[in-house]
């Protein structure tokens, strides 16, 4: 009774998350509600995958992040403002404490709109940093549109990112078969710094540069920054899992760039944007409908024979022999799969106590429903309290940080090997069994022997 009940709560809760794993509460906040109709395809992808979208302005008096404690949104996606502030309701601290409770934010700017001092004094706190002034505009006069930036050469022609490591090419890489280019048109770039969270997803050309537009004239003397350094969209994945994305073109979302057609310099013809699937997985990253990674269950047992193989035992001996196992699922889209750790890549298990006894890469074991990572090992020769501990954290996956802890006793008076079977101490034992043997046969002869009958004097 207790597994079918377990089974139908498993599958309300996957009925209940089919569309985002962490939940379908999205908040967009636009300046006016005539600004939807120029993401109505973006906004539209999103209702068809589930999401219950909320429309607010950031000045709206019923604007609300949070509810007696609990997150009132379970998603944030932010476009431009004109506003110099996001009001009182959307405070870098009020969004902190959103990206804190597991909330997460997509973030969009326009080159055309100065970013609100919130949304600047936000990203500092992220360590990622925007032009002066909160303004700038990337432009790159060899990878442009020549038929809409001919001569601003504003709208930057890139191609796909491709898988950003080993293992992850369904992410951020949409599928380019006629050459198809990604349009980012009047975009502002960003900076990140070395903070270890900070992962990069689409990177300016070697050839663009970032410019203040106000400046009038013809020779850049100041650049904000150039080539690589600069970073057109940029993620940060919390310690928490929680998930924020900066989108330096807002304009990249319209549906003016979804269907365009482009034309790079020097080609004879135009091709249509990768826009629309590249803004499909970006949102369904930051919304947790990719790279989200589940525990299924954990367990380690010993692996001796003639010895009780109960599950997750409290207690262990020194030098047991015993198997941990760990069985982990990705969520992709809209169900849990299995998942597979990258070729290039390992996932380990520490054995610890203050620091790693062993450190051991789990060998996996992919079937069509489930996998499975375990590993066989000895315990060492010590005692005391002991972490079996997976901690698997990398760029575009949630974290996993699993750890369970027992107890290694010594050797129990019973348990020490008999002597008989030390072939060293044979020696030994014969010594001490020659020397009982003498003693024995010492007093036999002491005790059996008679004492000589003294003669009678004459």
Known sequence: MRSLLSVLVFLFIAVVQAVSS?????????????????????????????????????????????????????????????????????????????????????????????????????????????PPDRQGLVVDHFNYDTSSASETHDVLLLPSPGPLRPGLKDFFSPVSEDGNLLAFP?????????????????RAPATAYSYNPKEQSEVVDDLFAAGQQLSLVSTMQARNSARFTVVGSAEMLSDQWFDAKVKKLGEKSAVKTLNRAFAKQVSGWTFKEIGVLRVNWVEHHLNEEGMSNASNPKIYRIKNDV??????????????????????????????????????????????SDSTYSVAFTLPDQHGIFNFKVNYKRPFFSNIEEKHTVSVRHFAHDEWPRSFVISGAWPWMAGIGATVTGWLAFCAIWLYSAPSAAKKNQ
Do not use: C
């Open 186 to 202: 009047h975009g502002m770039g960003q900076t990140l710094g070395q903070g270890a969270l900070l992962s990069p997803i689409l």
């Open 323 to 368: 198997k941990y196992s760990i069985s982990l699922s990705e969520y992709s889209w809209d169900k849990y799969i299995p998942f597979e750790v990258p070729e290039s890549d390992a996932l380990q298990l520490e054995f610890s106590m203050l620091s790693p006894f062993h450190r051991l890469q789990l060998t996996p074991q992919i079937s069509s």
């Open 22 to 130: 962490s939940g379908d509460r999205l908040l967009v906040i636009l300046e006016d509600d005539a600004e939807k109709a120029g993401y109505s395809k973006f906004l539209g992808d999103l209702e068809s995958r589930g999401f219950e979208i909320t429309y607010e302005t950031p000045k709206s008096e019923s604007l609300s992040l949070f509810h007696l404690g609990e997150r009132s949104y379970d998603h944030v996606l932010l476009l431009p403002t004109k506003s110099k502030g996001l009001g009182p309701n959307l405070t870098p601290n009020i969004l902190l404490d959103f990206i804190n409770a597991n909330g997460n934010i997509l973030l969009t700017l326009s080159s055309s709109t100065p970013a609100p001092t919130s949304i600047v004094s936000l990203l500092l706190e992220l360590d990622i940093h925007l």
